[in-house]
């Protein structure tokens, strides 16, 4: 590991803890997944790291926020404290434009922009095509979802008639 | 549950391998079972009844987890990979809805309880979900059918206590609001699907809803001490829900040519602790591992 004792404890801790990669998307940090709210330091040293969780169910939640802690202490942060951040919730569209181009680099389809919540009843919209989804591969639109999940709540999986390949798609939430 | 991929099972691994220091003993029967509100604020405001409040997030809860219970038993049973990984998801969306409500629950009913107390240390008759979710899986339909209408009420409900008052409520509420529009819209297009597929498929379904059909009234009406009783934000309530409730479920029923028999309602009262005799050997199944090594961690 570099060291870089010229940095604040702050902006050191705040390093650290975006790098750690996500545990379901390793090509992602946490910082480009957006589940990092923000890591400051208190008057007593302590490094306090708030989290968002991506899905109500998300099983990795409890792995980031250990793999946190972890990196943060073995960086020498002997105190160290996690907070669970639940408001605003999480959305897709805190992927950063780092993190949506490391996810097409590994052929999984960025999300587009996430449904905006009017106030009132969420519609419910029958058959008809949903939204286009560009293959990471070839960039044609010629594309079609057949599942609505993936290995993964946040991904589903599509077919690209350009180029015939599989692809997923993290789905905008 | 995790992914499939061998880099993602590496790093799962190295995560487990690196060791944590941070002291938190694990829940023994999965990996990551701490608190799910670790380190959110969990003061009550002072215009928030805890006990209204904490049977609300009792009620929800335990609809979550026997309604998880229940997808999971599709595991190796779904007629395509595709749908049982779906079902399966669907499921976990839910366990992470009634994680966060029993650990709000244990908060704010007094005897902080954590959330392995509810889920696992409580008997049949303690738990308050509805008996629509205790009911047997049936054939696919009847598991569609049943997570359509249990996904467009439980939407239409916690998209309006995402306005309550407990700000806590609010944000697990607010949180799942997209999860469940997600699961109303794969069990629509399903419901679509087989009613408007062959004959056998319109037959199944039409079936389905009529044995479904008198445990819907529970939903709606559930009263007093329970779920919209507490509502405290205004514009909400047992009739708006009620209403989106139905509107939505005659549009989908519409498009596949079918509707919701007009059947008397069924008469277990599962948010005062009378249920099925389904629901007991559910929890039996649920409940054995962690209560034959009570309080295991490693
Ligand atoms: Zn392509």
């Known amino acids: 590991m570099v060291t870089t004792p010229a940095l604040p404890d702050e902006q050191r801790a705040r390093r650290i803890a975006a790098e750690v990669p996500d545990p379901e998307l390793p090509m992602l940090t946490l910082a480009d997944l957006g589940v990092l709210r923000e890591v400051r330091t208190t008057p007593d040293g302590t490094v306090v790291a708030s989290l968002t969780p991506t899905y109500s169910g998300c099983p990795a939640m409890a792995e980031m926020r250990a793999d946190v802690a972890a990196r943060l202490h073995a960086a020498g942060f002997a105190q160290v404290e996690i907070r669970t951040v639940l408001d605003p919730p999480w959305s897709t569209d805190r992927i950063s434009p780092e993190g949506r181009r490391k996810l097409r680099e590994h052929g999984i389809a960025p999300p587009g922009r996430a449904p905006r919540k009017a106030a009132g009843p969420v519609p419910l919209v029958l058959g008809a095509t949903r939204q286009a989804v560009p293959c990471p591969r070839c960039g044609s639109t010629d594309t079609e979802q057949t599942s609505r999940f993936s290995a993964t709540a946040c991904r589903s999986l599509w077919r690209c008639h350009a180029c015939l390949e599989p692809f997923e798609h993290v789905k905008e939430l | ?298």
């Open chain 2, 1 to 298: 549950m995790s992914s499939t991929e061998a880099a993602d099972d590496d790093h799962v691994y190295l995560s487990l391998a690196e060791g944590h220091d941070d002291g938190d003993a694990r829940w023994a029967f999965g990996t990551g079972f701490s608190d799910p509100l670790h380190g959110v604020d969990t003061a009550v405001p002072d215009a928030v009844d805890g006990s209204a409040l904490a049977a609300v997030c009792l009620a929800l809860g335990d609809d979550a987890l026997v309604a998880s219970q229940r997808l999971a038993e599709w595991c190796t049973r779904a007629p395509e990979l595709e749908e049982e990984v779906a079902l399966a998801n669907i499921g976990l969306d839910l366990l992470g809805q009634a994680r966060m409500l029993y650990a709000r629950c244990g908060q704010v009913d007094g005897t902080d309880r954590r959330e392995d107390a509810y889920a696992y240390f409580r008997a049949p008759a303690d738990f308050r979900n509805v008996a629509l979710v205790e009911l047997p899986n049936g054939d696919f339909a009847l598991s569609i059918a049943r997570l359509l209408i249990l996904s467009t009420w439980r939407l239409a409900l916690l998209s309006r206590l995402a306005g309550t008052s407990d700000p806590v409520l609010a944000a697990i509420a607010a949180k799942a609001v997209p999860e469940l529009t997600y699961h109303r819209q794969y069990a629509a297009d399903w419901v679509v699907r087989l009613g408007d597929g062959t004959e056998e498929s319109h037959r199944r379904m039409r079936a389905a809803l009529r044995e479904l059909a008198p445990y819907v009234e529970e939903l709606l009406t559930a009263t007093g001490d329970t779920v919209p009783g507490i509502l405290a934000a205004p514009d909400t309530g047992t009739e708006a829900v009620r209403e989106e409730t139905l509107g939505v479920l005659r549009q989908v029923l519409a498009a596949a040519g079918l509707d919701l028999p007009e059947r008397p309602a069924a008469p277990y009262r599962g948010r005062g602790g009378e249920h099925t005799e389904h629901l007991a050997p559910l929890l039996e199944e649920l409940q054995s591992v962690a209560r034959e090594h009570p309080e295991a961690t490693w």
